[in-house]
């Protein structure tokens, strides 16, 4: 698959693959959650809706629940998952996407592992890491004010062999426009059991307003192959329009510095995405 890309170049978008090698995938196209695969914990307060989305479905004030199901991906790898808030975020509301843990009831003290946080008081999503007694440490803060209202986005979260982790969100929920949230090295845990999704809502203002999707944990495979030019097509005097074979990362993509033209021109003025 490929997108066009205007101003001096054009980059394709970052493909998003259920390959063969996850460690689990689930788009609720069965319209259920109990197999294939098989998510425990407070399942009365989830539906599979007539999308085909994950939804709350708690209409209970200051409630927690979640939901959990066995993964033990933790090293090298790569999770990636669609989610909406159909309101505006904060410290009481807002959701812990748990990409590793060490325990199906993902609200004890005692469950250790990795957790995305979408909203809190900050209205950002973070990478969190979480210990032993119920300490939660901030190991990636993302950038205050990401979340509005109504919030559609896609989240992926890399860990490479070397134990960096990477933060990744894009705010069209397309899985086309991911912008990095940071990244930081932290080796504390290195083996999981479950994937889990946590929910805490307040009033009835935000009740039945979380949906979730395209779930997909998988192993990281780093691309060393860099991209090569299909084609390129002349817009303008001063405008080139270049198709990639594959698609390109967007901060190094929209590094100017990385192209140059022959015959005197040089570096572009300006690269902008379609």
Known sequence: MKKRILSFLFFSFLLFIQSANAQFTDDFSDGDFSANPAWTGNTSDFIVNGSFQLQ????????????????????????????QMSFNP???????????ASASDITQASTTGYFVRVG????????????????????????DGTLGSNNVMKIKVIRDGINQ????????????NFSSEGSVADATYTTSAFFGIYIKQSTASFFQKHFFDDFVVQTYVPDVTPPA????TA??????????????ELASGQTLSNYSANNGIGMPVTAARD
């Open 229 to 232: 030019i299909q084609s390129l």
């Open 56 to 83: 709350s479905n708690n209409t209970v004030a200051n409630s927690q629940f979640y939901l959990s199901t066995p993964s033990t991906k933790a090293t090298t790898a790569e999770w990636e998952f669609w989610c």
């Open 235 to 248: 817009l303008s005097p001063n405008t080139l329009d270049i198709l990639f074979d594959e698609p390109v």
């Open 120 to 143: 809190n008081s900050s209205d950002e999503i973070s990478l969190y890491r979480k210990d032993a007694g119920g300490t939660i440490t901030e190991i990636i803060d993302g950038l």
């Open 165 to 176: 982790w990477t933060l990744l969100r894009d705010l069209t929920g397309t899985g086309n």
């Open 90 to 100: 904060s410290s009481a509301n807002y959701i812990d996407f748990y990409l590793t």
